[in-house]
């Protein structure tokens, strides 16, 4: 832990002067004919949660996997409009996408870990960037666990199947497995929706540890939830940014009519 | 009841219809009986073979001892005077051509595999796939007039000793003939990993090597190896280019060069010269038979228990 | 001929020799393009396989590459199958090295024995020849069952075991190519299969004692490629001759089995020969 | 202590993609290894073969004569095969994967079959040509007979055509079949008018493929001794006959060089056929995918 | 429709004594060990909707399934007790399945029109049950599909594939493929649930409409819906019935505290 906060105050003299990590420029994705994304302009704090929210197919998860390119895994994809992390157009050609992947981790909806062992799903991202020393890797293990504030319930059974553990546990396994490269950004898809309410409170307070150290994008269908954990909160609806806004200004006194539609339940 | 539709109830009309369900009863119970004797037929069939071999091999057995056939080290069927039955260099040559085999077939296969489930597009998948599957059904026999009329001389070129019967070229083309079932196989076990895995490793920052080798083909693995065996499964009971390409030489060498002989060559040798009924070699391709049979059967089994015990739960 | 009236009926089954197959295959085309509704099928199961079938009362002719065996004999009296034994044309067993072979011009009767034999304790050519080179002989032969290796076991090997690792095929195109293929490969097979083959195969002048001699149509005629030329033959089932279509195609083969022969690259019988057996066999028939 | 140095990083970062590129290189070279074969082995036989192809070879009966020589004799046995094996395989095969798939209970024996039948997919096909040769040319008489033949193909491809129907079976949604239970259907009305006609595309892929391996197959036919020379065309299932694949091998045999083309053209009509039925099946493979 | 209402009027006639469709007593389900539904008593009554409602798992569908004993397609399922339907006990020996199920018609979750014509979907069920004629299966269609709402937007098209409507089209096909047996009562379980807004605005109208004639039996997670259609409504809860009684009275002043707590959403 210790190293991650050393770590983090060093980053942060450096970005000290702007503390946006993302610029969203004029962003439009098409699904082949489907325009899912639609002009967003939409800036992302450092050290911040950022909540998006938004009725079924709006858009969000699509938004949260072009942030790290992602959704170049669909090969129909088209995108216009530009994405700037710290300074650097992520559409670059000589950008590689496995450097962004690597300061940009993703958690996903589904918990995934690999097939592995618990050990060995930590230390996979440290490992394919070259990292092979025991120790080290053993330290990384621990660090990122405890990070995700799972180290004490499998600390003695490091080496079992990831698969052996419950699903919320296998999440915030998921979530130390991406800590293990020091990510500088952490996106979050619906990182709780396939989790009971106990597991769900556990990886909101993990989400509220972490963003002392990381800046976190979180799409959640939970109006609660992004209520109880983010700073900010943008509000999509079929493709476009209704409204981005301080998240106590956007749940108590939004501005636009669907905004407080939404968010009241009238629809969605 | 309306006078414009001049039509009784629906349900009045199935309860009157319901009085010549007899019929359909009577199918109703006719139905499973049938397909289960079908279902026998392939039990049936299992059993033919296994008591056709068996009981022929027993009188095999009769004239020549089991010891001398399974400890023995020379297969000369063929002599008047003194014959030999040691089936080792049939199983020798079998073995033999069945590794070069696999040295084709697995890391060719095995990296097409990954090609088409790791990095091919829908649309390259969609091209190659079907053609692979056309290699896949080319007989065999066609595939024994390359082996000879094509990879032999072409080998010959490199290796001027090489026998213009030999188990080099046979291997090869065994192995090629083998590569779209290991590459379809397992990519099929690949394919049936969850794309969760993919993107889970690619948000690290993964390539598209890493996540095909570390973490798909892991996940993959006993579909993988199961279709492996299958594949040597295969190779072992591959009769035609064998017959063909590798000889007749019941030798027990691992010199790729020379002419070696196959068990189901010898299968072949011996009914392509149609043996009369009733003679010792007649019922020494029952032996061999047997023996091919136990060797694909323990494959096979193996092939199912791994893919079963073994079978991923992501 | 007779064979005329295209409205003859029937099923002709032959089986046999590989050597005799050509001939027969040639006369069977034959005689169907007369009479069309005549099936014929003609097998390759080697002469030994063929008498099986035969004494089995599964076919009507066997085709031979050597007469019929005593015990094969015995076997065809216990099951009541009597039959005749007809020549059909000349033979002589082709002994051939690689084209690429150019050491090997002629063997004597004792130095093929030398090779072929287990006991012969021969290995590379130098052993049969001092001035040939020190490389192993690859020995190529028709597969047991053929009459083929029963004539040569008996006029070469004299009933002695081959070597082992000689490579037995029943296809003689195998044959030739595996010794095509190999420079120091030797073996032997039909007087045909050399023929067709001439421009990839040596062949071997053999020395009985009498000179090298080369097969050739006459020497093999008129017996002096001794002793390794030899009449091929079919036995026909006496029983099957009262078949309308079995007699037809018996007297038909035994009209044309002179030119047929030679358009397969084999040598004719003298027509006295022919004639002869057509008599027997109308005798028969009454 | 930061364990990640983004110096050491970024360098890897290089070689791991220029890894990853050369790998894929690889991948692709070995994945058009197979086709570069198969271009190969087909030019081959093409260049060899065409001089030979015409009307005549496919109308002609074999001849002793080269350029007179004709594969009708083997093809219309191989399709009169064709009659024995398609009725018998795909009944039986079908009706097989029904009770597999719909009426069996999940215990032992139905295990049993299911097991049983994978083994017998990886059954060499030389043995079920002494299967043949023992039942049905010796022990039933049948000679080597299409009947025999037809019989003996039919089970060395009845388990593959077992597998693709229960395939096809299996992907028949559920709530297909549930609906039409809950409409009062029985069994047997539900498999008959609801289960297989939305399998029957799978069914007849399978089956498609399944019997284009059968015409292809040699080693079980020269077991169980199809003839050489039989220049016609069988009349009733009892007589004997020859097929494009003994055909072939008899011709590749024979002493004159001029049939190794003989032969090559005869692997050419052999292929096309092949191709046909291949492309029939890939055909209704696409166009009756995924409608539900 | 003529034909159906006349029918109905004479049913009413008949069955008017007693307005009971179905009597459960003391009805247990177990899948293997799985005690799935624990003493479940509770009458349906005729011409009625009964909405069923509870969290997931508790058991709505698989009650909706012993009903016309759907259930018994999976094998390991044992069941005690007794439904009783117009005064027989459907788990009588002699009572078959088919016979149970002609009567009694079920709709599905996700639309499942089979992949036949619209007409032919519409003909399957008297087809089976011998129904030949041309002209009466002409006219059981067209008054099916009336029915069900939809014979405007198919009747020029009965010939095409049943794929090729949208989602809520199918779904009021599958109802109507129901109504052409003439059912007694019908099933339905979570009919809406695949279906956007309008398509399910549709579907409930229909169901209102339809109860005049049919008895009905609808499995919801909805629970506004419940309260929309529904006469009466009963809560299941990991397998056993809370409460059941009118639907009016179940949301505005439920007896029971768990009830209470379910539908003001604490739960579920
Ligand atoms: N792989 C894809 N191919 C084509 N269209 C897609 C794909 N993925 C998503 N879409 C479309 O893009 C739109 C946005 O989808 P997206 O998954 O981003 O929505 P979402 O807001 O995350 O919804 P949910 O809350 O259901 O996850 C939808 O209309 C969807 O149909
Ligand atoms: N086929 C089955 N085999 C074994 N258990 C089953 C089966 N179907 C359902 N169950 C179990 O029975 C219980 C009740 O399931 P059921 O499907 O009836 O719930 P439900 O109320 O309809 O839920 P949902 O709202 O998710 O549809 C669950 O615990 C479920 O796991
Ligand atoms: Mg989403
Ligand atoms: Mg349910
Ligand atoms: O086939 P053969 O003539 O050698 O018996």
Known sequence: METVIAKNKENKKNTQASNTVFKVNDLNLWYGEDHALKNINLDIDEKKVTAIIGPSGCGKSTFLKTINRMVEMVPIVKTSGEISYRGRNVFDKDYKVEELRTTVGMVFQKPNPFPKSIYDNIAYGPRIHGIKNKKTLDEIVEKSLRGAAIWDEVKDRLHENAYGLSGGQQQRICIARCLAIEPDVILMDEPTSALDPISTLKVEELVKELKKDYSIVIVTHNMQQAARISDKTAFFLSGEVIEYTETSKLFSNPDDQRTEDYITGRFG | MSQKTNSVSVRQMIQSNKKNKGSLRIIESVMPKLFLTCALISILTTFGILFTLIFETITFFKEVSIIEFITGTQWFPFSHSSPSYGILPLISGTLLITVIAMLVAIPVGLAAAIYLSEFATDRVRRIIKPILEVLAGIPTIVYGFFALGFVTPLLKNFIPDLSIYNALSAGIVVGIMIIPMVASLSEDAMSSVPNAMREGALGLGSTRLEVSLKVVLPAALSGVIASFVLAISRAIGETMIVALAAGSNPIATIDVTQSIQTMTAYMVQVFGGDVGYGTTLYYSVYAVGMTLFLFTFVMNLLAQYISRRFREEY | GNGGGNNLEGQIKIDGSSTVFPIMEAVAEEYLAENPRVRTTVGVSGTGGGFKRFIDGDTDLSNASRPIKTEEKEKAAAAGIEYMELQLAFDGLSVVVSKENDFVKDLTIEELRRIFLTEGGVTTWQDVRAEWPAEEIKIFSPGTDSGTYDYWNEVILEDKEMRRDAQLNENDNNLVTGIAGDKYAIGFFGYNYYIENADKLNIVAIDAGEGAIIPTNETIESGQYAPLSRPLYTYVNVASLQDEAVYNFVIFMLENAGDLSEDVSYVRLPQEKYDEQIQKIKELRN | ?292
Chains 1, 5 share one sequence.
């Not at chain 4, 009706?95 to 059954?123: M, P």
């Not at chain 4, 060499?124 to 007979?145: C, E, H, K, N, Q």
């Not at chain 4, 079980?220 to 091998?249: E, K, N, R, V």
């Not at chain 4, 039925?277 to 209704?284: D, G, K, P, Q, T």
């Open chain 4, 1 to 292: 202590m930061k364990h990640i140095d983004q110096n050491k990083l970024n360098q890897k970062m290089k070689t791991r993609l220029v890894v990853n590129k050369f790998y894929k290189g690889l991948f692709f070279l070995a994945t058009m290894f197979g086709i570069a074969v198969l271009a190969i082995l087909i030019y081959r036989i093409l260049s060899q073969g065409i001089g030979y192809l015409s009307l005549d070879f496919l109308m002609n009966f074999p001849s002793r004569r080269p350029e007179d020589s004709g594969i009708s004799a083997a093809l219309v046995g191989s399709l009169m095969l064709m009659v024995v094996v398609i009725p018998v395989s795909v009944l039986l095969g079908v009706g097989t994967a029904i009770y597999l798939e719909q009426y069996a209970a999940k215990n032992r024996f139905t295990n049993f079959i299911q097991t049983n039948i994978q083994n017998l997919a990886g059954v060499p096909s030389i043995v079920f040509g002494l299967l043949g040769l023992t039942i049905f040319v010796r022990y039933m008489s049948l000679g080597d007979s299409l009947l025999a033949g037809g019989l003996t193909m039919s089970l060395l491809i009845l388990p593959i055509i077992v597998v693709a129907s229960q395939e096809a079976i299996r992907s028949v949604p559920n709530s297909l079949s549930e609906a039409s239970f809950g409409m009062g259907a029985t069994k047997w009305q539900t498999i008959r008018r609801i289960v297989l006609p939305a399998a029957i595309p799978g069914i007849i892929t399978g089956s498609i493929l399944a019997l284009s391996r059968a015409i292809g197959e040699t080693a079980p036919l020269i077991i169980i001794g199809a003839a050489t020379f039989a220049p016609f065309y069988p009349q009733s299932l009892l007589d004997q006959f020859t097929a494009m694949p003994i055909q072939i091998f008899g011709w590749v045999a024979k002493p004159q060089a001029e049939f190794q083309y003989v032969a090559a053209a005869g692997i050419i009509v052999l292929l096309i056929i092949l191709l046909l039925m291949n492309s029939i099946a890939v055909f209704i493979r696409n166009k009756f995918q995924k409608r539900y």
